[in-house]
């Protein structure tokens, strides 16, 4: 725990990922898709086996780090027809439906906000930096509406404004006059956190989201059970979990 506190003391720039790690957007998304689904026009008693082969498949690709949510109403209409369903929807009512959805369904984790909130109290640079959904200004947008924005200095989303996190991070250092020991990055899955870690940042692995336990964490990678934990460094407060820091 002692690693945490004085990290947080001394870093002076919070880069966050958004999905899986600052909100919960993975737990409900089979509720988003049966909603999307009933939507396009798949009849109720469709509806389960549908929205089983479409959740197989959004879980597959986001596992892999390969989701776009561009191509979301072709895996719904995929999946309904496999069951014989032809369906003509319109795009545009879609990803605005999709935004919505996502939005209601997505609440932040435990601890989130007042992770932020006292890091803005301790005069923290605080930055979003994520990657994008596919559909451009879509996650930005999703971060407006879930009423994050307020808490971020700067939000860059890859590869919309940056190329790669790295680089985004780098950008970030350069404008905010910090050393890369002095930026953090927090993520929820473990090849962000071993790249940032690799040139050069500070990284906090959090074991939620699509954390893969199968995956090696580099050495130097802080890895929390949640958020919670970086909020009782901020604060002071003792850890209801050890933190580890991670292996190769």
Known sequence: MQDLKALVERVKVFSFDIDGTIIDSYSYMRDVIEILLLYLGVPANMLQPVSNDAVDEWYRL???????????LIILLEAAGKRGLKLSPDAGEFDELLVEARVKASPTLPCAVRVLRELKNKGKVVVSVSGGDGVPGMKRKRIDQGELSKFFDEIIVVPE?????????????????A???????????????????EAGFQ????????????????DGVIVLENLCQLYEALAGERPAVEVKRGRR
């Open 62 to 72: 986001e596992r892999s780090g390969t989701m776009d949510y561009s191509k979301m």
């Open 161 to 177: 404004d940056a190329p790669s996190r790295v680089e985004a991070l780098a950008r970030v250092a350069e404008k905010y006059k």
């Open 179 to 197: 050393s890369y020991s002095e930026v953090v990055h927090v993520d929820d899955r473990v090849e962000h956190a071993n790249n940032v870690a």
């Open 203 to 218: 990284s906090i692995l959090v074991k939620t989201g699509m954390f893969n336990p199968e995956r090696p964490v580099n």
